[in-house]
């Protein structure tokens, strides 16, 4: 769908960028990052599409989501377009990193439970049925816009990246929603992102930090290998390495 829209948006004037989210496998660590095939031809200058890894992060994005999609707005881009692993019940720190968040739906899949998961339509903006020639799309539509209405979001949209319907009116919408950021910022919203962002950051400066202090990865093997020589429990295992949190540091 996404190869549908670019060259619409392109023509309206419109830089892109796509980061597309690609899961990283929990044995190899390898993933396929090949979303880029799907564009067959070479839109110049004014899009740039690259996937990227999940390496291990289970909320729908990648670690360096933010930072990315910050230096590609900074390098000119008006529009960037991220594509997520997917969602569930808790994935949605999409909604947290963009100005738009919008849910994507296609029957024969199962997607209607997504339905009944009232936190994922709390944080989006705009429901897509995606594949609306496939049987059942109808069915999905319907229990779609009832879930929309009730949420008081705008009916959804049913999409065919094969048919090519719906296609231009998925374009319009993505355009308004720009132009009306544009024109009136959500500062609120752009506030808590990077509140998120800071915090995010100095968690993941203080586990590396307390890691190093523990004595680093080779402590956790050191630890098993105690508990399963019956020396100590996993509790003590715990308490070993974790800081007393009554303890002020101070000498006594």
Do not use: N, Y
């Amino acid at each position: 769908m996404i190869s549908k829209l670019i060259p619409i948006l392109l023509k309206r004037g419109e830089r892109v960028a796509v980061l597309a989210v690609d899961p990283t496998s929990p044995i190899s660590g390898g993933a396929v990052l090949g979303d880029r095939v799907r564009l067959t031809t070479d839109h110049g200058d004014d899009l740039w599409f690259r996937s990227i890894a999940s390496r291990g992060a289970t909320s729908g994005v990648a670690g360096c989501t933010d930072l990315v999609a910050e230096i590609l707005a900074r390098a000119g881009f008006g529009m960037v377009i991220i594509e997520t692993v997917g969602v569930g019940q808790l994935e949605v720190e999409i909604a947290e990193e963009t100005d738009q968040a919008w849910l994507l739906l296609s029957p024969e899949s199962g997607d209607a439970i997504q339905l009944l998961k009232g936190g994922l339509l709390e944080v989006v903006q705009r429901v897509l049925i995606h594949k609306c020639d496939r049987p059942g799309s109808d069915d999905l539509m319907r229990w779609a816009k009832d879930a929309a209405r009730d949420q008081g979001l705008a009916d959804p949209i049913a999409v065919s990246s094969e048919q090519g319907e719906g296609i231009d009116e998925v374009a319009e919408a993505i355009i308004d929603a720009a132009s009306s950021h544009r024109e009136s910022p959500d500062a609120q919203r752009t506030r808590a992102r990077l509140v998120r962002r800071i915090r995010r950051r100095a968690e993941q400066e203080w586990l590396k930090r307390a890691l190093e202090s523990a004595g680093g990865s080779e402590i956790f093997e050191q630890l098993a290998d105690r508990v399963c020589r019956d020396e100590m429990s996993v509790r003590q295992a715990l308490a070993s390495i974790l800081p007393d949190p009554h303890d002020d540091g101070r000498d006594r």
